[in-house]
């Protein structure tokens, strides 16, 4: 399986950016997927997360903030970010957790600027 992330860049505060995650394969519609970020000196934390089933859950520091979203059909998932802050720069991450299996995508840089 492989993640490919996109949609990331330079944004003043209180924009908005969308970043997407598109599977290799057909898994995805089984998934778990993830959003994580990582600052520079800051352990990786989870953003948001979304089952198979389509049950969300957010970090309290982006709940209200940002969406996610998957279109199994596109084997794409969708990360609607709003009212962006400086502390949400990060390189963020796409996660897929099949089964017992856990899978990474490169990063996407995001910075927000005040």
């Known amino acids: 399986v492989q993640l490919q992330a996109s949609g990331g860049g330079l944004v003043q505060a209180g924009g908005s950016l969308g970043l997407s995650c598109a599977a290799s394969g057909s898994f995805l519609s089984g998934a778990t997927m993830g959003w994580y970020r990582q600052a520079p000196g800051i352990q990786r934390e989870l953003v948001a997360e979304m089952t198979s089933a389509g049950s969300t859950n957010f970090a309290d520091s982006v709940k209200g903030r940002f969406t996610m979203s998957r279109d199994n059909a596109k084997n794409t998932v969708f990360l609607q970010m709003n009212s962006l802050k400086p502390e949400d720069t990060a390189v963020y991450y796409c996660?897929?957790?099949?089964?017992?299996?856990?899978?990474w995508g490169q990063g996407t840089q995001v910075t927000v600027s005040s």
């Open positions: 996660q897929m957790r099949y089964f017992s299996r856990t899978y």
